[in-house]
């Protein structure tokens, strides 16, 4: 199914595109954590191929892709080394990193939900293995640097949300058997702009109504 959706060079090259800026993130939280190469490198990695390993080994396509693809072990590191050596650079291109790194995340859940669907999971379980392909590799990031993930956080812009829409898209068109080319670019691109979205107007889910935590004013008063 995946193949009739994009050629195998079209599909591989959005792919690595989607790793190495996810592979980024990885690599600039590392160097604000002040890590050293080896941890600059091991974010960068579980950044970018966390969510499709968890993804493939939950659905049992093992070896998972990242380890039978050359290029997708290797592109985290050339984005590693990228943020070593340029990491100022790279900073002050965030908007930039901001813009593909949303693309990534439309991609993935997309060819996630597909994926899963494809070795027998019912579409709920598939959209729930998109959205994880697209997010497990932030939140793995954010544990290792012993940071709440930011995927729960209140105050980050929607990220899951964008993504879960993505992934819904996607299994609705599966069960009604819709799903294309141009069905799957459509629930990219909506995950793309919802996501772009959230970034400029600041987006928030809600919280619990009627909340008592105290948590805004430890924060306030840690910051």
Not at 18 to 28: D, E, K, Y
Not at 81 to 95: D, I, N
Not at 133 to 157: C, H, K, Q
Request: hydrophobic fraction near 55%.
């Amino acid at each position: 199914m995946i193949q009739d959706l994009f050629s195998p060079s079209v599909q591989h090259a959005l792919d690595i595109v989607g790793i190495f800026v996810f592979a980024i993130s990885g690599a600039l939280l590392a160097v604000r954590k002040n890590f050293d190469v080896f941890g600059i490198v091991v974010l960068a990695e579980v950044t970018a191929l966390g969510g499709g390993i968890f993804r493939d080994v939950v659905i049992g396509a093992v070896p998972p892709a990242a380890f039978v693809d050359l290029g997708y072990f290797i592109t985290p590191l050339f984005a590693a080394a990228l943020v070593f050596f340029l990491h100022p650079e790279v900073e002050r291109t965030q908007l930039a990193v901001n813009v593909f790194d949303a693309a990534g995340l439309g991609l993935f859940c997309v060819t996630g939900t597909t994926k899963a669907y494809e070795y027998g999971l019912g579409l709920t379980a598939s959209a729930a293995l998109g959205l994880a392909t697209a997010v497990g590799g932030g939140v793995l990031r954010d544990i290792i640097a012993n940071e709440v993930p930011s995927l729960v956080r209140w105050d980050r812009d929607l990220y899951a949300v964008p993504a879960i829409v993505g992934s819904a898209m996607v299994a609705l068109c599966i069960n009604y058997d819709m799903v294309n080319a141009f069905t799957s670019s459509l629930a990219v691109v909506t995950t793309f702009v919802l996501r772009l979205l959230a970034l400029r107007y600041h987006w928030r889910a809600p919280r619990a109504w009627h909340r008592r935590s105290t948590a805004v004013e430890v924060e306030e008063v840690a910051s």
